[in-house]
T-cell receptor, first 116, second 113 residues
């Protein structure tokens, strides 16, 4: 069965520190997709990134970067020079295709608090 | 503006009552989903629909029902059979193709009194 583990339940850092959120997944599929979503206090999930299992290149978007390592089944997310606005719950998710339908399996989320 | 709307934002229900949560989209996406989120938990799939007039049960469908009569709409009914309905409910649509991704609405927080 597909599974996503975010072992860090809560992280608290001071503004401008770098912080890494861990995500470990389990799947038997050879082709799959991994996602990160941000959930601010308002509740809506905001899409951050989608990564194909065949593409192991790291990705950087501004202060955000993602490290995908297939060998360790990990897809970690780093925020550089964190800001108070980064405070949110972050979810890692793994997709599976069942009869053409995309189903997402979510981790339990990591609550990130950035203190001024 | 294109997007996903969910109404109401907050909903209170008495035990034993059915209640329907609305989800509307104007993104022209074929697939729609309903998820449930409990405090400190990840999202769990309730129902999903790939096309109009077709839907499938997710992992926790018991006590819920849906319909998909129009492409734009995917309402979720929480029935009295749902034992613990108090939760945050999120609707999503899927944009297929090269950028195959699910996008989420603002959510409805349901509280059973």
């Amino acid at each position: 069965a597909q599974k996503v583990t975010q072992a860090q339940t809560e992280i608290s850092v001071v503004e401008k520190e770098d912080v890494t959120l861990d995500c470990v997944y389990e799947t038997r599929d050879t082709t799959y997709y991994l996602f990160w979503y941000k959930q601010p206090p308002s509740g809506e999930l905001v899409f951050l990134i989608r990564r194909n299992s065949f593409d192991e290149q790291n990705e950087i978007s501004g202060r955000y970067s993602w490290n995908f390592q297939k060998s360790t089944s990990s897809f970690n997310f780093t925020i550089t020079a964190s800001q108070v606005v980064d405070s949110a719950v972050y979810f890692c998710a793994l997709s599976e295709l069942i009869q053409g339908a995309q189903k997402l399996v979510f981790g339990q989320g990591t609550r990130l608090t950035i203190n001024p | 503006d294109g997007g996903i709307t969910q109404s109401p934002k907050y909903l209170f229900r008495k035990e034993g009552q059915n209640v329907t949560l609305s989800c509307e989209q104007n993104l022209n996406h074929d697939a729609m989903y309903w998820y449930r989120q409990d405090p400190g938990q990840g999202l769990r799939l309730i129902y999903y629909s790939q096309i109009v007039n077709d839907f499938q049960k997710g992992d926790i469908a018991e006590g819920y029902s849906v319909s998909r009569e129009k492409k734009e709409s995917f309402p979720l009914t929480v029935t009295s059979a749902q034992k613990n309905p108090t939760a945050f409910y999120l609707c999503a649509t899927r944009r297929g193709g090269v950028t195959d991704t699910q996008y989420f609405g603002p959510g409805t927080r349901l509280t059973v009194l």
